[in-house]
T-cell receptor, first 112, second 112 residues
């Protein structure tokens, strides 16, 4: 089944404790992206990647890092999480520019 | 002013009704227009994808784009309780970044 897989689905952590949210897609898509979804603000892009080793900032990149060492994987790293990063996070992939994204099921992160 | 405006609802309709969901946008550079459906605790799912002005139909769903008015719509005919979800409009400038700009979503409830 074609899909984007994120782990974990739920995560509660403390301020300052480094964490990684994994993302993997099995569709051989070129593009991958991370979004966060907040009430009243909708989905906002954090980072995106056009191919292996090619990444760039989205609208809200502060406090996040990404890497794209393999085509299928695009982990999201929070080096020092803060409470304002409490949100619902989605990883997504797309076969080419201007095509729609396929989204994962989401990771609900709470930073206390 | 947000680039994409969407009425958050909630919108409640009886089963079998025709539903009209709308978004307006401010940037005439948008070229690709999409509608996503998001069920509770799930990731967004691509429903409709259009490029040009005009109508596109897929089963009970019709997407309409009016670039001159900067207005897009999604119509759902013979609405079903299973259509109850949040509907997100999204737009893309085209080009290499494949960045989607989302509306905040409209919550739809179809009452049996």
């Amino acid at each position: 089944e074609a899909q984007v897989t994120q782990n974990p689905r739920y995560l509660i952590t403390v301020t300052g404790k480094k964490l990684t949210v994994t993302c993997s897609q099995n569709m051989n898509h070129e593009y991958m992206s991370w979004y966060r979804q907040d009430p009243g603000l909708g989905l906002r892009q954090i980072y995106y990647s056009m191919n292996v080793e090619v990444t760039d900032k989205g609208d809200v990149p502060e406090g996040y890092k990404v890497s794209r060492k393999e085509k299928r994987n695009f982990p999201l790293i929070l080096e020092s999480p803060s409470p304002n990063q409490t949100s619902l996070y989605f990883c997504a992939s797309s076969r080419a520019a201007s095509y729609g994204y396929t989204f994962g099921s989401g990771t609900r992160l709470t930073v206390v | 002013q947000k680039e994409v405006e969407q009425d958050p609802g909630p919108l409640s309709v009886p089963e079998g009704a025709i539903v009209s969901l709308n978004c307006t946008y401010s940037n005439s550079a948008f070229q690709y227009f999409m509608w996503y459906r998001q069920y509770s605790r799930k990731g967004p799912e691509l429903l409709m994808y259009t490029y040009s002005s005009g109508n596109k139909e897929d089963g009970r769903f019709t997407a309409q784009v009016d670039k001159s008015s900067k207005y897009i719509s999604l119509f759902i005919r013979d609405s079903q309780p299973s259509d109850s979800a949040t509907y997100l409009c999204a737009m893309n400038y085209g080009g290499a970044t494949n960045k989607l700009i989302f509306g905040t979503g409209t919550l739809l409830a179809v009452q049996p």
